[in-house]
Structure formats: structure tokens, C-alpha cells
């Protein structure tokens, strides 16, 4: 009436099978571990370089801010009458044929 139903042991078919499953799924396991690892350093290195770009950026922008306040014309002005300048009325220019005017500089006398 019972039907026995006895199990045999695995061959070695079935057991070189599962071996074989076994490292394959352990080295894909361990081969996505090392792309996280890897992906995760990158991403902070990343990090770290925007953040050193937008620090660059910052200064860049203030040394360009502070270079547009120093080229204003009325400051400029302000700081030569401070050092005692006065604007050059007579300018000669060296060249290798000799000394030049500059041009549309030949009917001004000297005024200083």
C-alpha cells in the first residue's frame, strides 16, 4: 500500500553541480561588493572635487570683483591724487628708429 520513497545519495554529478553553482554565485556576490566599494570611492571622491570647484569658484569671483573695483576709473583717479600723480601731458615712446611721438600727440605743447 505505501509506496517507500527512498532517496539516494547525491552522485557526484549533483554534487560537482552545486559546487560549481555555489562559486559562481559566490564570486558574482563578491564581484558586486568590489563595484560598490569602488563605485562608493568615487562617488566621494567626486564630492571632493566639486567641492574644491566651487570653492575655486568663489575665489575666482572675488579676485574678479576686487579687479573690476580696483579698474574703476573714479577710484583710480582717487588713489593718483593720493600718491601726489598728475596725468603725463608729454609721452615719448622708445622705438629702434629712435624717440617717437604718440600719434595725435604732435600739436600738444607742455603743460607741466
Known sequence: MG???????????????????????????????LLNTAMQQQARQLTRVQQHIAALTEQAQL??????????PQLLAQRARALHLRPARN???????????PR?????GHAG
Open 3 to 33: 509506496a517507500s520513497t527512498a532517496t539516494s545519495p547525491p552522485s557526484r554529478r549533483d554534487v560537482a553541480y552545486a559546487a560549481c553553482l555555489a562559486l559562481v554565485l559566490g564570486i558574482g556576490v563578491l564581484g558586486v561588493l
Open 91 to 101: 609721452v615719448l615712446f622708445l622705438t629702434p628708429a629712435g624717440v617717437s611721438r
Open 63 to 72: 579676485l574678479q570683483a576686487d579687479v573690476d573695483r580696483n579698474r574703476d
Open 104 to 108: 595725435g600727440a604732435a600739436g600738444r
